[in-house]
C-alpha cells in the first residue's frame, strides 16, 4: 500500500470520526497503519460504533482477512503499539496457532485508544472443538467451566473464530449458525441459563435474522461475561427500534460502503444490558461475507 493510499485510509478515518464527534488521534491511528501497511490491500477495511456506554466517544477500526502467515500480535510488539505482558493474554495467540489452523487474522484498534484486539478466524468449512480450544493452557478457565453449557445447546464443535481483547482481557468465543438457537424460545432459554437479563422484542426479533453468535469470556470471573447476536443488513435502522442521533447521522451521511450490507450486533450483559454495534465498510471484500455466514466475524467485546 503507497503513502499515498495510506494518507487516504487515514483521512477516511478523520472524516468518519468528525460524523460521531470523536477526536482521532493521529499519534495513535498513523502507527498501526504504517506497522499493517503490507496487509491492508487484501483487507476488509470496517468502521464500527457502538450505542453502549463502554464504548462513548471513540470510533473503532477493523482489518479483517490479513495473511495467516501474519502474527498481528508480534506486529503490534515489535512496532511498540502495545506493551508486552505477562498475563495469560499475551500468549493466546501463538497458543492457538500452534494448535489450531488459522487461515486469517483481523486486528481491531479506536482512534482514542489505539490497538485492541486480535481475530484469529479458522478455515470456513473447517469449524473446531471446544473441548479442545478448553485445553489451551492459556484459555480462561472460564471456558472449561461453561462446556456443559455450550454442550447443552449443540455448540461442541462450532467453534469459527477466536477473538483476543488485550486491553479489557477478554476473549470472545464465535460460533457458526445454528438456526433452531435463533428461534425466540431458544435464545431466551440460553439466556436464561447464562443468568442474563431477560431479552427485549427488539433482540428476539434480531436474533431470528442474525446468521451466529458469541460469547466473552475473561481470566476473572466463571461467567460468560456478555453473548452476542450478529446480522447483515443492507438498512440498520430496519433491525433496530432507534439508535441514538450521532449514530443515525453517522449512518446517514458515511460516504464509504453506502451500497454495501451493514455488520449489526446485538449485545447483552448482566452489567450493561442490551447494546448495539454497527459496522460500515470502506473497503468491501466480497469474500469476507462468505466468511462471516461460517465465521462470525466481528467485533465486538
Request: net charge negative; glycine share 6%; hydrophobic share 40%.
Amino acid at each position: 500500500m503507497s503513502g499515498t493510499a495510506v494518507e487516504k485510509l487515514y483521512s477516511a478515518i478523520e472524516e468518519t470520526a468528525g460524523l460521531l464527534d470523536v477526536t482521532c488521534s493521529r499519534d495513535k491511528v498513523w502507527p498501526v497503519l504504517a506497522s499493517f501497511e503490507d496487509a491492508i490491500p487484501q483487507a476488509a477495511i470496517l468502521f464500527r460504533v457502538a450505542t453502549d456506554k463502554r464504548h462513548a466517544g471513540e470510533l473503532n477500526l477493523h482489518f479483517m482477512m490479513l495473511p495467516g502467515d501474519v502474527d498481528p500480535y508480534a506486529l503490534a510488539l515489535s512496532n511498540d503499539l502495545m506493551a508486552k505482558t505477562e498475563h495469560p493474554v499475551g500468549s493466546l495467540l501463538s497458543d492457538i496457532a500452534e494448535r489450531f489452523p488459522v487461515e486469517s487474522y483481523g486486528i481491531d484498534f479506536g482512534v482514542v485508544k489505539g490497538f485492541q484486539k486480535t481475530w484469529s478466524c479458522f478455515p470456513g468449512n473447517s469449524m473446531q472443538s471446544l473441548s479442545k480450544l478448553a485445553e489451551v493452557p492459556s484459555v480462561p478457565s472460564s471456558l472449561a467451566g461453561n462446556l456443559d453449557f455450550f454442550s447443552r445447546y449443540g455448540l461442541d464443535e462450532n467453534v469459527t473464530l477466536v477473538g483476543i481483547d488485550f486491553e479489557h482481557r477478554t476473549m470472545n468465543v464465535y460460533f457458526g449458525e445454528v438456526a433452531e438457537l435463533l428461534e425466540p424460545d431458544a435464545v431466551k432459554s440460553m439466556l436464561r441459563d447464562l443468568e442474563m437479563p431477560e431479552p427485549s422484542e427488539q433482540l428476539l426479533n434480531f436474533a431470528k435474522q442474525s446468521f451466529g453468535f458469541y460469547a466473552t469470556l475473561s481470566w476473572d470471573s466463571p461467567r460468560i461475561e456478555r453473548f452476542c447476536y450478529a446480522a447483515i443488513a443492507p438498512d440498520p435502522m430496519a433491525l433496530l427500534d432507534q439508535v441514538e442521533p450521532k449514530i443515525e447521522h453517522f449512518l446517514k451521511t458515511v460516504p464509504y460502503g453506502v451500497d454495501d450490507p451493514k455488520a449489526v450486533y446485538a449485545a447483552t450483559s448482566p452489567n450493561d444490558g442490551e447494546f448495539y454495534k454497527i459496522q460500515s465498510y470502506y473497503q468491501w471484500r466480497p469474500r469476507l461475507v462468505n466468511h462471516m455466514h461460517t465465521s462470525v466475524s466481528d467485533s465486538g467485546e
